[in-house]
C-alpha cells in the first residue's frame, strides 16, 4: 500500500519542499524517522480549531514548499508535523479520515476502547487537565484543539494495553529490518 521509500510527492503531488533552492525528495521513511528536514519551528504553523475548522491538508499545505533545514535523510531533527503528512498519506491511500482508519483498524481491533483521537473541545472533558508552568509554579492549562495535528497523539487510557501492543510492534519492525538485511547479504 504505502512504500517507506517512495517520494512523499507520489501521494500528494503538490508537497515540494525545497533545500537549497531545489525540490527535495522527502521519502515516506525520512517523515518516520524524523530525518524529512523538515524544521522543528513548523509546528508554530500549526492552525487551532477542531473538526469541521480545518482539515489536516491545511494544515499540511502550509508546509507544502518549506526550506528544509538539512538535506532529507542526513540528520534527525524531530517535528511532530512529520506525523501530520504521514496521516494525509495514509488518507490520501485509504480514502478514510485518518483518526476513523487508525480507530477502526488497530485501536479497535487491539481492544483499546478507551484510546481516543480529540478532534473537538467536546474531547476536553475525557482527557487529563494540562499544566503549565510558570515562573511562580504551575497552573492548570485547556490547552486548544488542533484538529490539523490529530496525527501527532492519540489519547491512550487504556496504558497497560497500548505499551504490550508497541512492544509487538517494536519487535516485528526491528525483526523486519533484521530480515532485511540478511536478505542484502544474499
Known amino acids: 500500500m504505502i512504500d517507506l521509500d517512495s517520494s512523499v510527492t507520489n501521494y500528494i503531488d503538490w508537497f515540494k519542499p525545497q533545500y537549497k533552492g531545489t525540490d527535495a525528495v522527502v521519502t515516506v521513511r525520512h517523515l518516520m524517522d524524523h530525518s524529512s ?23 499540511v499545505r502550509r508546509i507544502a514548499d518549506v526550506k528544509l533545514a538539512h538535506a532529507p535523510g542526513e540528520v534527525y531533527e524531530y517535528a511532530t508535523i512529520n506525523y501530520d503528512v504521514l496521516a494525509l498519506i495514509i488518507e490520501e491511500v485509504t480514502g478514510k479520515k485518518y ?35 510558570g515562573f511562580f509554579g504551575t497552573r492548570q492549562y485547556n490547552a486548544p484543539t488542533y484538529y490539523g495535528n490529530t496525527a501527532a497523539g492519540c489519547h ?21 529490518y533484521k530480515r532485511r538485511r540478511w536478505d542484502c547479504k544474499g
Open 37 to 59: 528536514g523538515i524544521p522543528v519551528w513548523t509546528i508554530s504553523v500549526i492552525p487551532e480549531g477542531s473538526e469541521g475548522e480545518i482539515t489536516l491538508e491545511e494544515t
Open 99 to 133: 483518526e476513523d482508519y487508525i480507530t477502526g483498524t488497530f485501536l479497535n481491533n487491539a481492544g483499546m476502547d478507551e484510546s481516543f483521537f480529540r478532534i473537538s473541545d467536546s474531547d476536553r472533558q475525557r482527557i487529563f487537565p494540562g499544566r503549565k508552568a
Open 156 to 176: 491512550r487510557i487504556d496504558h497497560l494495553r497500548f505499551f504490550i501492543i508497541l512492544s509487538h510492534f517494536i519487535y516485528a519492525i526491528h525483526f523486519y
